[in-house]
């Protein structure tokens, strides 16, 4: 079993920035893809940003494109989101999931592809 813990959300004005954080235990961290998704009130849950288990490869979904990144620290056992130039649009629950399969692909740009999810974090952004 792998706990997924996400932190790092808040409110924020249009143009600011915030970094979310994914706090993993459990099975061994660094065996598998990590993933953010996030869901707005009344839409399906939809890709944001995956990374491999090495952290060398990653996927991004359009919308955040050249302002998001995602990353993560193997020995810390954390995966991050970070979010700039942000807009009311990316207002949404954010989750974070990950998965403890030796795979990588665009199969991760996909909820079903993952095992483990976080409870999610509140992000508003403002106008």
């Known amino acids: 079993q792998v706990q997924l813990v996400e932190s790092g959300g808040g409110l924020v004005q249009a143009g600011g920035s915030l970094r979310l954080s994914c706090a993993a235990s459990?099975?061994?961290?660094?065996?598998?893809?990590m993933g953010w998704f996030r869901q707005a009130p009344g839409k399906e849950r939809e890709f944001v940003a995956a990374?491999?288990?090495?952290?060398?490869?990653?996927y991004y979904a359009d919308s955040g494109k050249g302002r998001f990144t995602i990353s993560r620290d193997n020995a810390k056992n954390t995966v991050y989101l970070q979010m700039n130039s942000l807009k009311p649009e990316d207002t949404a629950v954010y989750y974070c999931?990950?998965?403890?399969?030796?795979?990588?692909?665009?199969?991760?740009?996909?909820?079903?592809?993952?095992?483990?999810w976080g409870q999610g974090t509140q992000v508003t952004v403002s106008s």
């Open positions: 990374i491999s288990w090495s952290g060398g490869s990653t």
């Open positions: 459990g099975r061994t961290f660094s065996s598998g893809p």
């Open positions: 999931a990950a998965d403890d399969s030796a795979g990588w692909g665009p199969r991760f740009t996909m909820t079903a592809s993952y095992d483990y």
